[in-house]
């Protein structure tokens, strides 16, 4: 069955600093793999989506992920961020239908 | 409708209670999902549609728990006999299909006391 672990609960990083946001994930067969975010008091939005080909994949607002299937992870990253980055960043799975997701880790931005 | 709608917003309910979450999917969206966050938790998945069939049941918590989907469009997710660890956001996705990734509505924030 697919799972995802995201291995920090909180990242605290300072504006214009870069950021690396780990997610490690398991199945047994070919999957998906997406980052969505969610800021304060609002839904989800996705972020980027790996379905397959290039094993870098951009997404919205500068932020981009690595797929490694050797190291079954998808670890997200910008390379300056932003105030307005403060967010809960969510790695998600899936094998065909549904979408599994990980527990969630809080970038927060600092000036 | 432009994105998934969750009603209600909010929702305070008294212990024993029953309550119903209902979701407006995208139109054209065949695919509907239902999945509970609760405070410092990720997202657990409860149950997905496929048109107005629910294939995977597996993620309802209990038998408390039940939803149901008609004419392929609105979702109703109803807890029976609500508990304070009910307690929680529920949040509902509508899709094309899963390459695509979901559209999720705003959620319910339900608060059992």
């Known amino acids: 069955a697919q799972s995802v672990t995201q291995l920090d609960s909180q990242v605290p990083v300072f504006e214009e600093a870069p950021v690396e946001l780990r997610c490690n994930y398991s199945s047994s067969v070919s999957v998906y793999l997406f980052w969505y975010v969610q800021y304060p008091n609002q839904g989800l939005q996705l972020l980027l989506k790996y379905l397959s080909g290039s094993t870098l994949v951009k997404g919205i607002n500068g932020f981009e992920a690595e797929f490694n299937k050797s190291q079954t992870s998808f670890h997200l990253r910008k390379p300056s961020v932003h105030i307005s980055d403060t967010a809960e960043y969510f790695c998600a799975v899936s094998e065909s239908v549904d979408m599994r997701f990980g527990a969630g880790t809080r970038l927060t931005v600092k000036p | 409708g432009a994105g998934v709608s969750q009603s209600p917003s909010n929702k305070v309910t008294e212990k024993g209670k029953d309550v119903e979450l209902r979701c407006d999917p995208i139109?054209?969206?065949?695919?509907l999902y239902w999945y509970r966050q609760s405070l410092g938790q990720g997202l657990e998945f409860l149950i997905y549609?496929?048109?107005?069939?629910?294939?995977?049941k597996s993620g309802l918590p209990s038998d408390r728990f039940s939803a149901e989907r008609t004419g392929g469009s609105v979702s109703t997710l109803t807890i029976q006999r609500t508990q304070q660890e009910d307690s929680a956001v529920y949040l509902c996705?509508?899709?094309?299909?899963?390459?695509?990734?979901?559209?999720f509505g705003s959620g319910t924030r339900l608060t059992v006391v």
């Open positions: 549609f496929q048109g107005n069939s629910a294939p995977d």
């Open positions: 996705a509508s899709s094309t299909g899963t390459a695509h990734g979901y559209t």
């Open positions: 139109s054209g969206h065949t695919a």
